[in-house]
């Protein structure tokens, strides 16, 4: 398996850029920002004094990492409202949610896209499942998220349409249409389909 690393230089030092180290390290302020809010809503950036001058844009909010977490003067930036932002999720899609065999994967999945945490251990209780916590977390949630968890699905929804259509098409090719044959069992040519 090929990793892909991004290096970033932070006060002249090359550091590996990770994005759930950015997440985890997120300030006080976007602690209440699940991790797709985060990536959403925020951007990786400089933190740079508030401008005295009236002339142009007024610049976005900048929150700084946590302190100590080696992130130098970078901070996260909020997007201006009415942005639109699609994610980008490296990698296979998410589980489905209706495969017994990756319900405990599915729900973990949702837990650390859709919820605030900063140790990945706040998921769930010690004494909890995933299936528990999954299920406490969508009676809490609001219409936004649960949409966001049927959009993920959809994917997969397509994806057996397509596949359904598919095998609909091939079974429609292998049916063999007597009428189409002469009396010596030969397809004539006229109807003949290449």
């Given at each position: 398996m090929e990793e892909t690393v991004t290096l970033t230089a932070v006060e002249g030092v090359l550091t590996i850029k990770d994005e759930l180290k950015d997440y985890?390290?997120?300030?006080?302020?976007?602690?209440?920002?699940?991790?797709?809010?985060?990536?959403l809503n925020t951007y990786d950036g400089d933190f740079a004094l508030p401008s005295t001058s009236n002339r142009g844009q007024k610049p976005n909010k900048r929150v700084r990492y946590l302190e100590n977490t080696g992130h130098g003067k970078k901070c996260r930036i909020l997007r201006s409202a009415g942005h639109e932002t699609m994610p980008n999720f490296v990698g296979n899609w998410f589980p489905r949610n209706d495969v017994e065999?990756?319900?405990?994967?599915?729900?973990?999945?949702?837990?650390?896209?859709?919820?605030?945490?900063?140790?990945?251990?706040?998921?769930?209780?010690?004494?909890?499942?995933?299936?528990?916590?999954?299920?406490?977390?969508?009676?809490?949630?609001d219409?936004?998220?649960?949409?966001?968890?049927?959009?993920?699905?959809y994917?997969?929804?397509?994806?057996?349409?397509?596949?359904?259509?598919?095998?609909?098409?091939?079974?429609q090719k292998c049916t063999i249409d007597i009428d189409r044959y002469n009396t010596q069992g030969v397809v004539e040519p006229s109807t003949q389909t290449i």
């Open positions: 985890v390290d997120r300030g006080p302020e976007l602690a209440h920002y699940s991790l797709l809010d985060f990536f065999e990756v319900q405990e994967i599915y729900h973990a999945s949702m837990l650390v896209l859709l919820t605030p945490w900063r140790e990945i251990g706040e998921l769930k209780s010690t004494n909890e499942s995933f299936a528990n916590a999954f299920a406490r977390f969508v009676f809490a949630a219409d936004r998220v649960k949409d966001i968890m049927a959009n993920i699905q994917q997969h929804k397509c994806s057996d349409g397509a596949r359904r259509k598919r095998d609909e098409e091939r079974r």
